[in-house]
T-cell receptor, first 114, second 116 residues
């Protein structure tokens, strides 16, 4: 079975400071990892994914994520946070052997204060 | 290219009724997946359809069903609604030509269902 953990329900950061949203995963096979963002009353918006290759993945809106196989982590990062980045962030994993089903973490609310 | 569309956006039903939600995928996408989002359980996978066939199913009771049409549009149906079915139902589409592919799932805005 595959699972995802987002250990922080909320992350607070000041505008202009770097941000990190943590994610750890568990799969039996090779993982495909994804980050999505959800704004109020909206669906999920794709940010970035890791499939294979370079462990540092760059995505939309200046976000990036680092895949760490030994620590089974896929933390989301951004060098300089914006107030408009405030939203709910979801990490998701797909096990290559488990079809196309995404398993999501519980979500982390990011609050960026001016 | 137009994104994933879902109708209706909001729905209010009473216990015991049934409901049908609709999803139109991105043009060219043949895989459609459905997820339920609730504050208590988070995001949970319902099922996936590809080429009019259910390819994968989550751990939900048989009251939850779906289908896919030849144009890849999909519907999900919930019969005998319960209060606990109140949720945001999200549809996602992808190319997903085979199981376990690398393709990204793109989500629609969701249908918010309230069961009274």
């Amino acid at each position: 079975a595959q699972s995802v953990a987002q250990p922080e329900d909320q992350v607070n950061v000041a505008e202009g400071n770097p941000l990190t949203v943590k994610c750890t995963y568990s799969v039996s096979g090779n993982p495909y990892l994804f980050w999505y963002v959800q704004y109020p009353n909206r669906g999920l918006q794709f940010l970035l994914k890791y499939i294979t290759g370079d462990n540092l993945v760059k995505g939309s809106y200046g976000f990036e994520a680092e895949f760490n196989k030994s620590q089974t982590s896929f933390h989301l990062k951004k060098p300089s946070a914006l107030v408009s980045d405030s939203a709910l962030y979801f990490c998701a994993v797909r096990d290559y052997n488990a079809g196309n089903m995404l398993t999501f973490g519980g979500g982390t609310r990011l609050m960026v204060k001016p | 290219k137009a994104g994933v569309t879902q109708t209706p956006r909001y729905l209010i039903k009473t216990r015991g009724q049934q409901v049908t939600l609709s999803c139109s995928p991105i043009s060219g996408h043949r895989s459609v997946s459905w997820y339920q989002q609730t504050p208590g359980q988070g995001l949970q996978f319902l099922f996936e359809y590809f080429s009019e066939t259910q390819r994968n199913k989550g751990n939900f009771p048989g009251r939850f069903s779906g289908r896919q049409f030849s144009n890849s549009r999909s519907e999900m149906n919930v019969s005998t609604l319960e209060l606990g079915d109140s949720a945001l139902y999200l549809c996602a589409s992808s190319l997903a030509s085979r199981r376990g592919g690398q393709e990204t799932q793109y989500f629609g805005p969701g249908t918010r269902l309230l069961v009274l």
